[in-house]
């Protein structure tokens, strides 16, 4: 079946550790998606690629990057990751700008629930 | 900075009960919509979305949603719900005019056996 696969689903990580979350999709989809859920909050957009574009979010910390080596793989950098930065880290694909304008639906994985201790 | 609003966080019904989840986004331009579900353990799923033409969408499991521009509202329905529609239910909107897809803060719908 074509998925969103995301790895691992469970990470720890130490303070100040730098951690890597990866993402791959079989869809072959323009668009690549990560979004930070805290608790009882929305999803959190922190940037995306439209296919090589990177879109970064204003309020996306500096401590998080990203990287999309080719269509189907992409990769979520915490440099530096603090107590805060614990969270489920969601991945989701998207084919793109429909025919009558904006965007697709998104096609999300399970995630990666990130411990940080 | 476009956002959307849900407004019920907890939502506890009786099966057979009808449900509507409230949901407004803050944008005035043109949009596309769309309803996630998330059952205990799964990943998100969409439910249904709309991008033009009737404003009333129908989606998977019996459940549609009206779009009412006037009232920048994405309400979505269910006439009689089961056990199993236990879920975590988020509203999301993409401005056209650009390619972010924002989610609100879900409801936790429970049905009571």
């Known amino acids: 079946d074509a998925m969103v696969i995301q790895n691992p689903r469970y990470q720890v990580t130490q303070f100040g550790k730098p951690v890597t979350l990866s993402c791959s999709q079989t869809?072959?989809?323009?668009?690549m998606y990560w979004y930070q859920q805290k608790s009882s909050q929305a999803p959190k957009l922190l940037f995306h690629?439209?296919?090589?574009?990177?879109?970064n979010e204003a309020d996306t910390p500096d401590n998080f990057q990203s990287r999309r080596p080719n269509t189907s793989f992409c990769f979520l950098d915490i440099r530096s990751p603090g107590l805060g930065d614990a969270a489920m880290y969601l991945c989701?694909?998207?084919?793109?700008?429909?025919?009558?304008?904006?965007?697709?639906?998104?096609?999300f994985g399970q995630g990666t629930r990130l411990t940080v201790v | 900075a476009q956002s959307v609003s849900q407004h019920n966080h907890h939502v506890i019904l009786s099966e057979a009960a009808s449900l509507e989840l409230g949901c407004n986004y803050s944008?005035?331009?043109?949009?596309?919509l769309f309803w996630y579900v998330q059952y205990p353990g799964q990943h998100l799923q969409l439910l249904l979305k709309?991008?033009?033409?009737?404003?009333l969408v129908k989606g998977i499991k019996g459940f549609e949603a009206e779009f009412i521009k006037s009232k920048f509202s994405f309400n979505l329905r269910k006439p009689s719900v089961q056990w199993s529609d236990t879920a975590e239910y988020f509203c999301?909107?993409?401005?056209?005019?650009?390619?972010?897809?924002?989610f609100g803060k879900g409801t936790r719908l429970h049905i009571l056996p």
């Open positions: 989701a694909t998207s084919r793109g700008r429909t025919p009558t304008g904006g965007m697709s639906e998104a096609f």
């Open positions: 869809l072959n989809h323009n668009v």
């Open positions: 690629y439209y296919d090589k574009d990177f879109n």
């Open positions: 944008y005035g331009g043109t949009v596309n």
């Open positions: 709309y991008f033009s033409g009737d404003p």
């Open positions: 999301a909107v993409n401005a056209r005019r650009d390619d972010k897809i924002i």
